[in-house]
């Protein structure tokens, strides 16, 4: 027989590429969980699990709805747990590699801006070190119809003084900014009857003697109220989303209720020892992401990290109807945040940046 060297090397290269294949195999096994080939996240139907007081569970995936494994637009929520500082080193996102963009989630988890920063202790104070943290769950559910963002600047009207009143229309008259008539001495003496009226009350401890009246009555001039418009502040954002479940069967009700349980259970805070609750622990965060297939949708506004303040379930819809055993047939659910955080423009410049793929995130800082 003659010597077949393709032969030989195939038989050499048999068990290496059997191996590699059950290698690639299981790598894309483990991965269908996550990602689907259409790029979606995907549904692990393992992870359908009823969660209660004895038997929390943690580091599952949920997604709804299972079978449309297309949709290409959800958002993500990662509940995100506080860990105890053991070593002093700081802040860190132990998992970030258990969810998608895990460099953006580092961006939203650690580079808040908070007073007095948080975690790691100096006598009991916080040094501001930053809490360590680890992704508990995630969540994907499908986009709802809206999503509305607002971003308020908060301006409040603040008097100048009868004083400073006087003086700028005494200054208007002897500038000639508005001619040398009666007009200007009128308003300067109305704003000044301001500030006598204000100076006998103070000095009587009563009611001033009513020489701003007497001013108006004779002169027909009212004193204006002497405001400027100044900044105060921006606000915590709140965001609400409504969705409408709708399980065809027992199994996707399974889902909805693992879902729902896992977002109260989140938001709930623990009591703090034992006996007759005295303190809580804080409850988990959550990190919310508006998702493009496997990337952050850059078109849409970006949000901090988050408190769910809100688990607003209504059974049944126009009339409560439920399948064989039990289920709602219609859950409709509104779930409410706030953010932990005041977005300022440098952070909200970062949030979008990050959204975009730049991440400024440090792993162990502030």
């Known amino acids: 027989m003659a010597f077949q060297p393709f032969n030989v090397l195939k ?20 991965a269908s969980n996550v990602i689907n ?21 943690t580091g599952l995936f949920l997604q709804y709805p299972i079978e449309q494994r297309d949709q290409e637009h959800y958002i993500l929520i990662d509940i995100i747990e ?13 998992n970030r590699g258990s969810t998608l963009r895990g460099n953006n989630l580092s961006d939203i988890v650690l580079n808040t801006n908070r007073f007095f920063g948080e975690g ?15 992704v508990k769950n995630t969540i994907a559910i499908y986009m709802p119809q809206t999503v509305k963002f607002q971003f308020a600047a908060d301006y409040g009207a603040a008097e100048i003084g009868n004083i400073v009143g006087m003086g700028a229309k005494l200054k208007d008259f002897f500038s000639g900014a508005e001619g040398t008539g009666g007009a200007n001495f009128g308003a300067s003496a109305a704003q000044l009857s301001k500030l006598l009226d204000g ?35 921006i606000d915590y954002r709140s965001f609400s989303f409504d969705f409408k479940f709708t399980p065809r069967n027992k199994k996707e009700s399974d889902l909805v209720r693992s879902i729902l349980d896992i977002m109260k259970s989140s938001m709930l805070p623990r009591k703090f020892g034992t006996g007759s609750i005295a303190a809580y622990t804080v409850p988990d965060e959550f990190a919310l992401r508006f998702m493009k297939g496997t990337n952050i949708n850059p078109y849409l506004d970006q949000i901090g990290l988050c408190a769910c303040t809100g688990v607003d379930i209504t059974y049944g819809g126009d009339k409560f109807s439920a399948h064989a055993h039990g289920d709602p047939v219609t859950i409709d659910v509104t779930l409410s945040f706030r953010e932990l955080e005041l977005v300022e423009r440098d952070r909200y410049t970062q949030l979008r940046n990050s959204a975009k793929g730049v991440s400024t995130a440090t792993e162990g800082s502030f």
């Open 11 to 30: 038989n050499l290269l048999n068990p290496l590429t059997s191996k590699a294949q059950s290698a690639v195999n299981s790598i894309t096994s483990a």
């Open 82 to 94: 506080r860990l105890p500082q053991d070593d002093g080193t700081g802040g860190e996102l132990v």
């Open 120 to 134: 790691g202790k100096l006598v009991g104070i916080p040094t501001g070190k930053g809490s360590r943290r680890r």
């Open 199 to 233: 100076g006998v009350e103070f000095f009587s401890l009563g009611t001033a003697g009513g020489i701003g009246a007497s001013i108006q009555r004779r002169t027909g001039i009212a004193p204006a109220a002497m405001t400027e418009m100044i900044f105060n502040g």
């Open 37 to 57: 080939t259409a790029g979606v996240v995907d549904f692990a139907a393992s992870n359908i699990s009823y969660l209660n007081s004895s038997n929390e569970k």
